[in-house]
């Protein structure tokens, strides 16, 4: 049944607040969630600390695998490299640390990279290669090969936001990089050649960007600005084209994530509630669930592999796994 309730995790306190300048969010409680590829993990992060590694092949009944990080690691990101054998984490301590999961029970940290000098805001791998971004309140964005985890290099720094940057994400075939951040603007990168970037396309918006997202087969791209309004483009082609707009009843975005098949797309926000949409047709999206129970902002959302389950990370200092069937 789709919207159900299947499990909560507990993992940090019910303290949330946003700082006053529009666009940045002081996170406490959990701040990101993420899936392995395989399904069977799940990853929360709390910017009071650590990130929890949780077996959930028994989604009714999660189980606690194990902690990595420490209260100097504040994380507010996290995300599972496309094979599953590594987990990034970035936050507060303005560096990515980089665990070596083969044994979720006893994850080895591989490497601490250091290369911003303000907090990291997202981190994305590249589904198909071991790349991995870096977005940073230092206005900057790494590209780092991370093919040997335990000496990973950046290939590329990229300079062009004028502001902070709080959203990275790579398209499924790796081959293009979206990147948003404080000065409105989303920039689409061509990086077939990681060590070059090329800029390819840029999009201007009204307010400062919260969330960048490609969908499954790179078409779409969901845009979440800081405010209650999430837009589609049509990325099909090199110049982006308006296609659609999902609008929320009080402001805020997030986090959005588009399902595995890209005909639904969950948006979470201030409204301590996700709000899943049918974009079927992206011209005229259709609320069509909204998952409630937080007690608090819903900071992150994921789907899982497979699509079958939706998992929600909230200032609450909860985990909430959803069913989807």
Sequence with gaps: MVGELVSTMQHGSKLARVASRAGMVEYLGVSDVAFSPDGRLLASASSEGSVTIWNI???????????????????????????GRLLAGGGKSNDVELWDLSNPVLPSLSASMAGHYKSVECV?????????????????????DVADPRTPARVAALADHDRAVTAVAFSSDGCRLASGGLDRAVIIWDVTNPSAPARVATIENDRAIQRAVFSPDGGLLAIAQWGREVFLYDVHGRNPVPVGRLAGRSDNVFSTAFSPDGRVLAVAGNE??????????????????????????????????????????????????????
């Design 57 to 83: 092949e028994n989604s009714s009944a999660p189980v606690r695998s194990s902690v990595v990080g420490s209260r100097r690691s504040r994380f507010l990101t996290v995300a599972f490299s496309g094979d």
């Design 124 to 144: 994305a791998f590249a589904p198909k290669t071991r790349l991995l971004a870096t977005a940073s309140r230092d206005g900057t964005i790494g590209i780092w």
């Design 272 to 325: 301590k509630i996700a709000r899943l949409w049918n974009i079927a047709d992206p011209t005229a999206p259709v609320c069509v669930e909204t998952l409630s129970g937080h007690g608090g902002k819903v900071f992150s959302v994921a789907f899982s592999p497979d699509g079958q389950h939706i998992a929600t990370g909230s200032a609450d200092g909860n985990v909430r796994l959803w069913s989807n069937n």
